[in-house]
């Protein structure tokens, strides 16, 4: 698909929402397109003011920027749906990657589109495809399951629910809990399932770590834990 920019909307219109992917290691990630948008906006609504008031600083841009997360989403959403209606521009990021994934940017879309308010998805980062794109493991169909619970015993049964799961499994996992987990899949799936587990996507402590579990298991038990984790399960049978 090519696209000569001849027939692209102004960057920013009045009584809009835009959902705006920020990158997620490396701000050379963050599209020209979501940059004019962050720059043209009324409003910025973000997880933590601090974190995107920073990235903001980095890139020259000053805005008005307005808490939106998981312990004030279902309140700041019918508060941001009514400044669009009202006509203002307001563009919503999460800390990084794509807000509305396992981050907040949900509630905030289903008001508008309650109100049949215009939103414009500004594509780019997200940690999940990005992992998809590179560990080699089938992408013709996939499942996301987001955060597991925090219970090892929750995680075993997500686990011996999907055992048999015929595509591949996307998820997130704190590096509190990556080291246990994997041991979880050891022990749920065996140690000759296919996974990949990538820490710190695009920054400079990326890794991949592909290959049976068991394998990935001790890899990960050398390493250095800190970082965000994304956990790609194979379908049973698969092998590189």
């Known amino acids: 698909m090519s696209d000569s920019g001849a027939d692209s909307p102004p960057a920013v219109r009045g009584g809009h929402l835009y959902v705006v992917a920020t990158p997620i290691g490396n701000l050379g990630d963050l599209s020209s397109r979501a940059l004019a948008t962050l720059g043209g906006v009324d409003v910025i609504a973000c997880e933590d003011t601090r ?9 020259g841009i000053r805005r008005e920027l307005v808490a939106y997360h998981e312990h004030n989403e279902r309140e700041a959403a019918e508060q941001l749906a009514d400044a669009i ?3 203002r521009s307001v563009a919503v990021v999460s800390d990084a990657g794509t807000p509305g994934l396992s981050d907040p940017g949900f509630r905030l879309v289903r008001a508008c589109r309650r109100r049949a308010l215009p939103v414009v998805p500004i ?25 597991l619970p925090p219970k090892s015993a929750a995680r075993i049964s997500a686990l011996t629910r999907y055992r048999d799961f ?6 997130y996992e704190s590096c509190h809990r990556i080291e246990r987990f994997s041991g979880e899949i050891v022990e749920v799936l065996g140690p000759d399932r ?6 710190e996507i695009t920054k400079l402590h990326e890794t991949f ?27 049973a049978g698969f092998t590189l």
Do not use: H
């Open 166 to 171: 015929e595509f591949t499994v996307a998820l």
């Open 85 to 87: 209606a009202s006509g």
């Open 123 to 147: 594509p780019g980062p997200c940690a999940i495809t990005a992992a998809l794109s590179a560990a080699g493991l089938p992408t013709n169909a996939w499942l996301f399951l987001g955060f």
């Open 51 to 59: 974190t995107t008031g920073a990235m903001l600083s980095r890139l």
């Open 209 to 235: 770590f592909v290959g049976p579990a068991g394998e990935v298991r001790d890899r990960l038990a050398r390493a250095n834990l800190k970082g965000e984790f994304v956990v790609l399960i194979a379908p």
């Open 194 to 199: 296919c996974i990949c587990i990538a820490k």
